[in-house]
């Protein structure tokens, strides 16, 4: 390994920073070279590229978002797209490649390295934390922080008001940003697409709390949950089946995504970048490093994108016992 390539690909997420400067940095410790690659697999294909030293990724450890830029690139999902960036990795003489993303990047990352047995390290960068073997993705931690502290100013509005509050966040696919803030701020009801709750069993749910007392509530939902079509629809269903209540919806969105990096996601990006490096170094490659009971662990990227993550339910036991 003398030369090694590292990019950001897919959705955004706090801590991706922190990974390309361990990267940068733990290449110049082994005397590599190290070349970023901006805008993702579409500046592969475009062969984007610039080399980083040291200074290049100075003071980017406490920013959001991602320094070498990112994009969804529908051309590499063709043979002809892959075969060009393959030749120009080749042609630009690196030796293998790191690749921080989600599932739509692991799945790229897999087909190069599977196409031309090309060395490829994944680092998993989403804020849904839906990659299986590991206990966190790069921004996960930020992305809890950025919603509850939201949600805690949504309550202010909501208490003064005497209104139901349903505010959605992100996970299409899986239900850890709504479960884990849920339980933080002393959700009424937290519904995922990973639990059925049923529109019943949510209005039966509101109607003991307004019979208890209570004159206003917080129900976060996931985006991919089903109780209803959306999120708006379910509250005006709400509204239409007790009209006592007075519902708002508050859509988070890419809010989400934004952000200073939490200490958490700092060290956990600082940590895989630097193990990445040295798995390539070390001729191991076609996995995903991730955190597994506070231990570096590796995962074959197939099994990264196959595995099934799966939902604490007993956190949601817990939520249901707290609003009693």
């Known amino acids: 390994m003398k030369t090694i390539g590292v990019l950001t690909s897919g959705g955004d997420s706090p801590g991706m920073n922190s990974a390309i400067r361990s990267v940068v940095r733990t290449c110049a410790h082994y005397n590599i070279k190290c070349v970023g690659i901006v805008r993702g697999f579409s ?28 994009a969804r690139c529908d051309e590499f999902k063709t043979k002809e797209g892959r075969k060009l960036a393959y030749n120009n990795l080749k042609n630009s003489d ?8 989600g599932d739509g990047s692991f799945t790229g990352a897999m087909l190069l390295e599977k196409e031309y047995k090309y060395p490829v390290i994944g680092i998993p960068g989403t804020i849904d934390n839906d990659l299986f073997g590991t206990s966190h993705t790069l921004g996960y931690d930020t992305a809890l922080n950025t919603v509850m502290d939201a949600i805690d100013k949504i309550r202010d509005t909501a208490i ?30 937290i519904l995922i697409p990973e639990v059925n709750m049923s529109f019943d069993n949510l209005i039966s749910s509101l109607k003991k709390s307004k019979k208890s007392g209570k004159t206003s509530s917080i129900i976060v939902v996931a985006e991919g ?26 859509v988070l969105g890419h809010i989400q995504r934004g952000g200073t990096p939490s200490c958490f996601d700092r060290v956990l990006g600082t940590q895989l970048g630097v193990r990445a490096v040295e798995s390539l170094i070390d001729g191991k490659h076609g996995l995903m490093v991730g955190i597994s009971n506070g231990k570096i662990v590796f995962t074959p990227l197939n099994k990264a994108l196959k595995g099934k993550t799966k939902i604490n339910k007993e956190l949601l036991r817990m939520s249901q016992i707290m609003n009693t």
């Open 160 to 189: 003064s008001h005497h209104r139901l509050f349903f505010v959605e966040v992100m996970g299409a696919d899986a239900g850890y940003i709504a479960l884990n803030s849920g339980l933080a701020i002393g959700a009424q009801e």
């Open 43 to 70: 500046g592969l294909i475009e062969n984007n590229t610039k080399v980083l030293n040291t200074r290049s990724v100075r003071g980017i450890i406490n920013r959001g978002g991602t320094f070498l830029y990112s």
């Open 225 to 250: 949950d089903k109780t209803g079509k959306n999120v708006f629809d379910l509250a005006s269903k709400i509204e239409e089946t007790l009209p006592k209540y007075e519902t708002r919806v508050s």
């Open 94 to 101: 690196i030796d293998g490649l790191i690749v921080i993303g």
